[in-house]
């Protein structure tokens, strides 16, 4: 709990609503880390639009979904242009789960549902953890 006090205090120093906080962030599979720019979508306007229209993604960047508590909803890819890989965190950034979805330009689009409860999401491009050897396990370090 003192570090999900932590990271709050640390995303939430932002200066309006609508504009997303870049932070560094550090992934971990225990033998190497990756440093990996992340914008926060730290509120529920900015976790709904999400990568929503993003046409590219560069290597190393993604996006943090932060709640304020712990939650249990999947994600979708309605309007997001590019595939996507996700990992769902525990509130001390250990990965429980990976799942990598593709994108929707359909009406009704599929959930990406981890089955399981979280504090945190993270979105890079598909195949990112993958290719960084990190898997479930792993650690996400915010500060």
Not at 47 to 54: A, E, N, P, S
Not at 84 to 89: G, K, W
Request: net charge negative; charged share 30%; aromatic share 12%.
């Amino acid at each position: 709990m003192k570090n999900i006090k932590k990271l709050m205090g640390f995303l939430f120093r932002q200066e309006k609503e609508t504009n997303l906080q870049t932070k560094i962030i550090k992934v971990s599979n225990g033998e190497m880390t990756i440093k990996l720019t992340v914008q926060v979508a730290d509120t529920q306007k900015k976790r709904d639009k999400g990568l929503m229209f993003v046409e590219e993604l560069p290597e190393n960047e993604g996006m943090l979904f932060v709640f304020s508590g712990k939650t249990y909803d999947g994600f979708w890819m309605k309007n997001t242009l590019i595939p996507l890989s996700i990992a769902f965190l525990d509130s001390d950034g250990k990965i429980l789960k990976i799942l990598d979805m593709v994108p929707c330009h359909e009406d009704e689009c599929p959930t990406y549902d981890p089955e399981l409860s979280y504090y945190y999401a993270l979105e890079v491009n598909l195949g990112w953890f993958e290719k960084n050897q990190i898997k479930e396990g792993g650690l996400v370090k915010f500060n």
